[in-house]
Structures are given as structure tokens and as C-alpha cells.
């Protein structure tokens, strides 16, 4: 396996192994995907650390990939999951044999993350995220209310976040739930918020405080 001493080679394995193990996550894939990542980079530690005290950098390896499971399925914020990724990054990096080779292991995980998204094109998807990226469905059942025309009274109205806006989330006004988004603003469910403009599907709120 001297070939994993190539950096190309190891950037090459690095994002297989981060596509199928992402795309376990992202996918229901029957636990195909999880066999195939886990074999890919099974294959890349094993050549990479020599030494059984290097074992931490696996430890550290699995638990980026735990804070990402639990950030997908609990907080559902990115940040947790954030930190997870990054934690991946430095144990695939760490035993690189060169700056070089750190680098492009470290995109190959970027890369393979963010190609694994494809796989939802082709697969059943996973929940994970559901939340952050706002895919409950809206019904008028719920309270719900799609944005029209004859929703631009609502501009200048005040109302509350219902959730927390990061930056799309749902504001209640006059006792009724809209989805709207605050541009950017990270804003914590309870804020008072104000419409500050309504354009076909789409409510603007800002905090009542900055409007």
C-alpha cells in the first residue's frame, strides 16, 4: 500500500471514504455507504499510524463523526456538527507525512461532505438537519399561511419568532404563524420582531428593537 504515500493518492481515498460515510448519514443506503467509508478509511489509518498509542487519533476521528450524528438528530443548529467536522479533519490531517498531504486530505473531506449531498438526489433522505434546513411542512392544518399579494398589510406589523430564526424561522402575528426569514440575523424564538417587507413567498422581519 506504499501508494498512500502519494498526497493524490491519499486525497483520492480520504474523499471516498468521507462521500460514503457522509452519504450514510445524508441517506438511507441500508448501511452500504457505512461498510464502504469505514473499509476506505479503515485502509488509510491503517497505513497511516504504525504505532497502537496512535490509536487517540481514531478515537478523535469517531468522535467528530459522533458530535455530527448528534447535531443532525438533537440540535439540529450546525454547530455542534461543525466542530465535528473539524475534529475529522485534524485526525485524517495529523498523521500526514507532509503539509502538502495534510492539505489535501483536509479537502478531500471538505469535498466529499459537500458531494455527498447528491446521493439525497437519487436516495431516500435521512431527517438529519430537518430543522436547520427547514423542511418540516407548513400546512394551513398548522396555522400556517402562505405569503401573497394580499399579505402586504402585513409590512409594518409587529409579531414574535416562534423559533429561532438561524436565519429562517417561523413569526406569529395577530395569531397567526408565518414562515419568514430575518436576512443574516440570528434571532432567539421569543424576539419581537417587526415585517419590514413581504415579496411573493417570502416575509422580511427584523428585531423590534433595530427597526
Known amino acids: 500500500m506504499e501508494i498512500l504515500e502519494v498526497a493524490s493518492v491519499g486525497f483520492l481515498?480520504?474523499?471516498l471514504g468521507t462521500l460514503f460515510i457522509f452519504g450514510e448519514l445524508m441517506v438511507r443506503a441500508k448501511g452500504l455507504f457505512a461498510i464502504l467509508g469505514i473499509?476506505?478509511?479503515?485502509?488509510?489509518?491503517?497505513?497511516?499510524?504504525?504505532?497502537?498509542?496512535?490509536?487517540?487519533?481514531?478515537?478523535?476521528?469517531?468522535?467528530?463523526?459522533?458530535?455530527?450524528?448528534f447535531d443532525g438528530n438533537v440540535t439540529m443548529d450546525g454547530t455542534i456538527g461543525l466542530i465535528g467536522s473539524l475534529l475529522m479533519i485534524f485526525s485524517l490531517a495529523l498523521p500526514a507525512p507532509s503539509v502538502v498531504y495534510g492539505?489535501?486530505?483536509?479537502?478531500?473531506?471538505?469535498?466529499?461532505?459537500?458531494?455527498?449531498?447528491l446521493f439525497t438526489k437519487v436516495f431516500p433522505p435521512r431527517?438529519?438537519?430537518s430543522k436547520l434546513m427547514f423542511k418540516e411542512k407548513m400546512s394551513a392544518e398548522l396555522g400556517y399561511q402562505s405569503m401573497n399579494e394580499s399579505h402586504q398589510e402585513l409590512v409594518g406589523k409587529t409579531g414574535v419568532a416562534?423559533?429561532?430564526?438561524?436565519?429562517?424561522?417561523?413569526?406569529?402575528?395577530?395569531?397567526?404563524t408565518y414562515s419568514a426569514t430575518s436576512e443574516g440575523r440570528w434571532l432567539n424564538a421569543g424576539t419581537d420582531v417587526?415585517?419590514?417587507?413581504?415579496?411573493?413567498?417570502?416575509?422580511?422581519?427584523?428585531p423590534l428593537s433595530t427597526s
Open 162 to 176: 416562534t423559533t429561532d430564526f438561524r436565519p429562517i424561522g417561523t413569526v406569529e402575528i395577530d395569531g397567526r
Open 127 to 129: 431527517n438529519l438537519w
Open 194 to 206: 417587526k415585517v419590514i417587507d413581504v415579496d411573493g413567498t417570502r416575509m422580511v422581519v427584523v
Open 103 to 117: 492539505v489535501l486530505v483536509a479537502m478531500g473531506v471538505v469535498i466529499g461532505a459537500a458531494v455527498s449531498y
Open 13 to 15: 481515498v480520504v474523499f
Open 39 to 69: 473499509a476506505i478509511m479503515g485502509m488509510y489509518f491503517s497505513y497511516h499510524l504504525g504505532e497502537v498509542t496512535s490509536l487517540w487519533v481514531v478515537i478523535l476521528y469517531l468522535i467528530g463523526i459522533a458530535l455530527i450524528i
